[in-house]
């Protein structure tokens, strides 16, 4: 029986999750910091590292409770290694490389985007060759998979990641960080009713946001100037619209070209009910031979049991780090 150990600590949520070679989740433990970043309205750095610091020794014990087993028992020790920020990713990765040494046990450094994306395999299989949406606060992006553990970004973002411009939005519409599922929730009550630019439609698999993003915020200032009120559910509806609208077209045209059999939808963003409402209908209309995974919520956003899960791909492939692994906060997918 395979058993790994895997550290996430790449932005604001200090994580471990235990998964034995079943896919099976042992433990998942998640702190998450949202509530002291809200006060700052964004992720404060130095304070995030601070709070990992005092928060992953008992998150390691918790999820070694939760598990009933011993270290000694662990097959591999894996943990974020990037992107992320420097300070945070430094925490989680000094806690892995203490253990692996100290047990004896090899070191598995996943990427941040690889566990978005193998968070799928927790809940359904992975098919080849697939099509990958990711879409999180710091990443846009259609990867192509031909095989485990192989990626191609067929497109990315230009500028803002799509995460971003919905915290954006948000922050216009007076609500707190991270604003992504209050827009979700406002969208849901209101109507397409204010016209905003269709981001980047044309024939490349690439995003942007920044104009549609720009194209919000003087919206709201030129309304506030007429005197007017800004409906913030016509406007949140009106965002995803647009938005959403972007990523599915290219999704199912990316899917289409490269003759995929799954589409995989990862990240933060793929919480997002309109997403996954909208991306279900249309390869029910477009292309339903092909399978569409969404993982559920409770894996969609930041946790360890999706880097457990693209940690245990990697074992299988004899993929692992050595001791002198730093962390890359910077470090591309096909890196
Ligand atoms: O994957 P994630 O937890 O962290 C990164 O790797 O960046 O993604 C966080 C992002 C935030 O921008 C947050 O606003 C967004 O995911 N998010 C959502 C929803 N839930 C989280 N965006 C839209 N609708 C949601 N329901
Ligand atoms: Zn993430």
């Keep these: 029986m395979t058993l790994i150990l895997a550290i996430e600590s790449s932005c604001d949520e200090t994580a471990v999750a235990i998964i034995n070679e079943n896919h099976e989740l042992l433990a998942n433990v998640v702190s998450s910091q949202i509530d002291t970043?809200?006060?700052?309205?964004?992720?404060?750095?130095?304070?995030?590292?601070?709070?990992?610091?005092?928060?992953?020794?008992v998150v390691l014990e918790q999820a070694i409770e939760q598990a009933k087993l011993d270290l000694h028992d662990l097959d591999?020790?894996?943990?974020?290694?990037?992107?992320?920020?420097?300070?945070?990713?430094?925490?989680?990765?000094?806690?892995?490389?203490?253990?692996?040494?100290?047990?004896?046990?090899?070191?598995?450094?996943?990427h941040h985007i690889a566990g978005h994306i193998y968070a799928?395999?927790?809940?359904?299989?992975?098919?080849?060759?697939?099509?990958?949406?990711?879409?999180?606060?710091?990443?846009?992006?259609?990867?192509?998979?031909?095989?485990?553990?192989h990626?191609?970004?067929?497109?990315?973002?230009?500028?803002?990641?799509?995460?971003?411009?919905?915290?954006?939005?948000?922050?216009?519409?007076?609500?707190?960080?991270?604003?992504?599922?209050?827009?979700?929730?406002l969208a849901q009550k209101g109507e397409h009713r204010y016209d905003l630019p269709r981001p980047l439609h044309d024939k490349t698999y690439n995003f942007s946001f920044s104009g549609l993003k720009s194209a919000v915020i003087n919206l709201a200032h030129n309304t506030r100037?007429?005197?007017?009120?800004?409906?913030?559910?016509?406007?949140?509806?009106?965002?995803?619209?647009v938005a959403i609208g972007v990523l599915v077209d290219k999704t199912i045209q990316a899917?289409?070209?490269?003759?995929?059999?799954?589409?995989?939808?990862?990240?933060?963003?793929?919480?997002?009910?309109?997403?996954?409402?909208?991306?279900?209908?249309?390869?029910?209309?477009?292309?339903?031979?092909?399978?569409l995974s969404i993982p559920p919520l409770w894996c969609c956003t930041d946790n360890a049991a999706m880097i457990a899960s693209a940690a245990l791909e990697m074992y299988q492939l004899k993929q692992f780090s050595d001791l002198s692994l730093s962390c890359k906060p910077m470090i591309d997918l096909e890196g």
Excluded at 39 to 55: F, K
Excluded at 95 to 105: D, E, F, P, V, W
Excluded at 122 to 145: F, I, K, N, Q, W
Aim: charge should be negative; glycine fraction near 10%.
């Design 37 to 57: 970043h809200r006060l700052y309205g964004g992720v404060v750095p130095e304070i995030a590292s601070r709070l990992h610091v005092e928060n992953i020794g």
């Design 76 to 110: 591999a020790i894996a943990v974020t290694k990037g992107p992320g920020l420097v300070g945070s990713l430094h925490v989680g990765l000094q806690a892995a490389k203490t253990l692996a040494l100290a047990y004896r046990k090899p070191l598995i450094g996943v």
């Design 120 to 149: 799928n395999n927790l809940v359904d299989r992975m098919e080849y060759p697939c099509m990958a949406l990711v879409v999180s606060g710091g990443h846009t992006e259609l990867v192509y998979m031909d095989r485990p553990m």
């Design 151 to 185: 990626f191609e970004v067929i497109g990315t973002t230009y500028d803002d990641a799509i995460g971003e411009a919905f915290d954006k939005v948000a922050r216009v519409a007076g609500l707190p960080y991270p604003g992504g599922p209050a827009i979700d929730r």
């Design 225 to 241: 100037q007429r005197g007017e009120t800004l409906v913030m559910e016509h406007l949140a509806r009106s965002f995803e619209d």
């Design 255 to 291: 899917s289409l070209d490269y003759k995929v059999k799954q589409i995989v939808v990862a990240g933060g963003v793929a919480a997002n009910s309109y997403l996954r409402e909208s991306m279900q209908k249309a390869v029910e209309s477009t292309c339903p031979d092909i399978r």
